[in-house]
């Protein structure tokens, strides 16, 4: 049982290739939490494999994972392999151990971790990597996935395979409070005249905060998934002035309608 979280693809991308290899069931976090159910309870084959997929956000996994594991409950859960993959644009500081202190709240641990670089979507601060670089890290993902899916079939225990970054700690324990704080803002979201109204945004919201009249609106909630600024078909919706004049990113081997 795969639960995966995703913004523009990559995290699906990695979920969906651990799922065929391993024949597991693929549940995604976000539909499951705006189904507006206030506990999610699942009936655990015996010895069902269960998966977090899901991109780091600021060197943490994103608050609706967390809260998500939060309200989860397993029937039949009896010391079951659970591991985590956690993509990224380049490293994930102490994700890992924020993922297993939420579990082991719930009498749960995490028996392996793993990040897996992949394009960066983060345009707020910085901009998309290069094509050639996209391709390299696409390339060296699947390589990695390969590796990944070995370790998960075998059910090998205690292998953590983390890009951790400089000072993980300081990433994990002082930057991404300020985020959670400061970056969850949807005021600076705006869409120009480029603006189709087609509706895209809307559907693949991670929080479903957008409501298209005419054009896209906000609500307050917000998980900072990107998804309407890098998918928008017409590059109409910017964050400030911050996403102006930069790329976007799409998962090239996710199609739209998986979204
Ligand atoms: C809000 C936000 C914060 C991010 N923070 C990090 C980070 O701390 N470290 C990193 O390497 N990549 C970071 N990224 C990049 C993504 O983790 C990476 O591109 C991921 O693979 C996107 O997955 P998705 O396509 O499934 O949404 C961040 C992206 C977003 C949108």
Same mark, same amino acid.
């Given at each position: 049982m795969i639960f995966y979280f995703s913004g523009t693809g990559n995290s699906l991308e990695a979920a969906k290739s651990i799922a065929n290899y391993n024949d597991e069931r693929l549940i995604s976090i976000s539909k499951e939490m705006n189904s507006k159910d206030v506990s999610f309870e699942y009936t655990l084959k015996s010895k069902e494999t269960i998966g977090f997929v899901f991109p780091v956000y600021a060197w943490a996994p994103p608050k609706m994972v967390l809260e998500f594991i939060e309200k989860l409950k397993f029937n039949n859960y009896n010391n079951n392999y659970i591991f985590s993959v956690a993509t990224c644009g380049e490293n994930i500081g102490n994700t890992m151990k924020v993922l297993d202190n939420y579990l082991n709240k719930k009498d749960m641990k995490l028996s392996s971790g793993f990040s897996l670089v992949m394009? &960066? &979507?983060?345009?707020?601060?910085g901009n998309v990597d290069s094509k050639e670089v996209e391709s390299k890290k696409l390339q060296s993902a699947e390589e990695t996935l390969k590796n990944i899916n070995k370790i998960i079939k075998e059910k090998r225990t205690g292998i953590f395979q983390i890009?951790?970054?400089?000072l993980p700690g300081i990433l994990t324990s002082v930057i991404n409070p300020l985020f959670n704080k400061?970056?969850? &803002?949807?005021?600076?979201f705006n869409v120009n005249n480029?603006?189709?109204?087609?509706g895209l945004c809307e559907r693949v919201c991670n929080s479903k905060t957008i409501k298209v009249k005419e054009k896209p609106e906000w609500g307050d909630?917000?998980?900072?998934?990107?998804a309407c600024i890098n998918l928008c078909p017409v590059k109409a919706i910017e964050y400030g002035k911050s996403t102006q004049n930069k790329g976007r990113y799409k998962n090239p081997n996710i199609n739209i309608s998986e979204m």
């Open positions: 394009p &960066n &979507n983060y345009i707020i601060m890009q951790k970054g400089l400061h970056a969850m &803002n949807t005021k600076k480029k603006c189709t109204g087609c909630t917000c998980t900072q998934c990107l």
